[in-house]
């Protein structure tokens, strides 16, 4: 039982990447998930979360129109597509099931792994300028 994040890596300013999460041993239906991510010396940040049985999105102000997250229920996976990278996106992102809503999640109160049924391993993101 376990979320398993993937898709980071190293890209350009500008460029995309698409992160993973997906679901083993357990059904992500009930849940929001959330992605987080956490810069180097930096506290960790909710940065979008799905309901998954209904697909109702939420974003933290400063990804907005360049972070889509969206859900595939065949696949039991999350995903995050981060378009126009920028350098200050660099940071490892998680990701998170629970049943805290989602406004909650993109609160610095809801990025604690305790919050949650869930978390992922991380996924590194690295982006140059």
């Known amino acids: 039982v376990q979320l398993q994040a993937s898709g980071g890596g190293l890209a350009q300013a500008g460029g995309s990447l698409r992160l993973s999460c997906a679901a083993s041993g357990f059904t992500l239906g009930p849940y929001a998930v959330g992605w987080f991510r956490q810069a180097s010396g930096k506290a960790r940040e909710g940065v979008s979360c799905?309901?998954?049985?209904?697909?109702?999105?939420y974003y933290r102000e400063s990804v907005k129109g360049r972070f889509t997250i969206s859900a595939d229920n065949a696949k039991n996976t999350v995903y995050l597509q981060i378009d126009s990278l920028k350098p200050e996106d660099t940071a490892v992102y998680y990701c998170a099931a629970g049943f805290l809503n989602c406004q909650s999640q993109l609160t610095p109160a809801g990025t604690k792994t305790d919050l949650y049924y869930y978390w992922g391993q991380g996924t590194e993101v690295t982006v140059s300028s």
């Open positions: 799905i309901m998954f049985s209904s697909s109702e999105t």
